[in-house]
């Protein structure tokens, strides 16, 4: 059985940093896409960053326009962990944060398209 689980959130002050965790277990992730979405209250789950590896053309990543350098996606294979970095946090970075992983090796902002989500965990950024 797929497991995902996120870890590191918390309350960090406007402009600080704080860096996600994902553990994924139950298969190898190799060469699956993984994703990082959030939803902030009464908001749609929103796209935020995306990694691929695959033998043949090694780790690429992807992020969303409001992300961009300030958000590092990263992932170890071989323990099956995901990261997402966070600096230069803005109050509206605040939201439940989601780690993904999908059965494709392309990375995906459609949030349906990824087949194993965990718990989801709460950033929150005060001003």
């Known amino acids: 059985q797929v497991q995902v689980v996120e870890s590191g959130g918390g309350l960090v002050q406007a402009g600080g940093s704080l860096r996600l965790s994902c553990a994924a277990s139950?298969?190898?992730?190799?060469?699956?896409?993984m994703g990082w979405f959030r939803q902030a209250p009464g908001k749609e789950r929103e796209f935020v960053a995306g990694?691929?590896?695959?033998?043949?053309?090694?780790?690429?990543?992807y992020y969303a326009d409001f992300v961009k350098g300030r958000f590092t996606i990263s992932r170890d294979n071989a323990k099956n962990t995901f990261f997402l970095q966070m600096n230069s946090l803005k109050p509206e970075d605040t939201a439940l944060y989601y780690c993904?992983?999908?059965?494709?090796?392309?990375?995906?902002?459609?949030?349906?398209?990824?087949?194993?989500w965990g718990q989801g965990t709460q950033v929150t950024v005060s001003s």
């Open positions: 993904a992983v999908r059965s494709d090796h392309r990375v995906s902002e459609i949030s349906r398209e990824y087949d194993y």
């Open positions: 139950g298969r190898t992730f190799g060469n699956y896409a």
């Open positions: 990694s691929t590896w695959s033998e043949w053309s090694g780790v690429n990543t």
